[in-house]
């Protein structure tokens, strides 16, 4: 069964901190990777997506992907109130079928 | 900007009633994707599809079906509602492209059966 692991979480970090969230995914063909956000009672929206080794920047969030350790993390520097949500975590394999984890809640701390 | 549309936001049905969950699209996305997303399960593939009349299995297709007569539209269908498939349900879409595989969700439709 190929799944995709996340902390159920709350976890909570000050405003202005980094926030830390990490995944890891079984399926060691996996080629494409996302982490979407979403709100209580909203559908999920995609913040980033990633598919080789490495960093990947945009704006406040880093995702970082280590193929190798199959281990998939999403930094939020300057962490607002706004970005208190459930970040899931998403890879696709060769069957093109994305298999999302059930989710990390973040919580802001004004 | 995407656009990925449900029929309903709300809906109430009784046990043993055929329900009908549409979606649409206006991106021209060759992929479809129906979910549902239950509290402590995540979301889980119920069926897809890669073109029109095209269906997938996905993981956990037992008791839905689908239809995708248009390639904008794909329709869930749930033949004798039951009390457990009462849920948050998510369509979603996006390109066959892997450079491009952005899924994009409609709003959901939260279905209730009694």
């Known amino acids: 069964q190929k799944e995709v692991e996340q902390n159920s979480g709350p976890l909570s970090v000050p405003e202005g901190a980094i926030a830390s969230l990490n995944c890891t995914y079984s399926?060691?063909?996996?080629?494409?990777f996302f982490w979407y956000r979403q709100y209580s009672g909203k559908s999920p929206e995609l913040i980033m997506s990633?598919?080789?080794?490495g960093d990947k920047e945009d704006g406040r969030f880093t995702a970082q992907l280590n193929k190798a350790s199959q281990y998939v993390s999403l930094l939020i520097r300057d962490s607002q109130p706004s970005d208190s949500a459930t970040y899931l975590c998403?890879?696709?394999?060769?069957?093109?079928?994305?298999?999302f984890g059930k989710g990390t809640r973040l919580h802001i701390l004004p | 900007d995407v656009k990925v549309t449900q029929s309903s936001r709300y809906l109430v049905k009784r046990t043993g009633e055929k329900v009908f969950l549409e979606c649409v699209q206006d991106m021209d996305h060759e992929n479809m994707f129906w979910y549902r997303q239950d509290p402590g399960l995540g979301l889980r593939l119920i069926y897809f599809s890669y073109d029109v009349k095209m269906k997938e299995k996905g993981d956990i297709p037992e008791g839905y079906s689908v239809s995708r007569e248009k390639k904008e539209r794909f329709s869930l269908i749930l033949e004798s509602a039951s009390t457990n498939q009462t849920s948050m349900y998510l369509c979603a879409s996006s390109f066959r492209d892997r450079g491009a595989d952005t899924q994009y969700f409609g709003p959901g439709t939260r279905l209730t059966v009694l």
């Open positions: 998403a890879s696709r394999g060769r069957d093109d079928k994305i298999i």
């Open positions: 399926d060691r063909v996996s080629q494409s």
């Open positions: 990633i598919y080789s080794n």
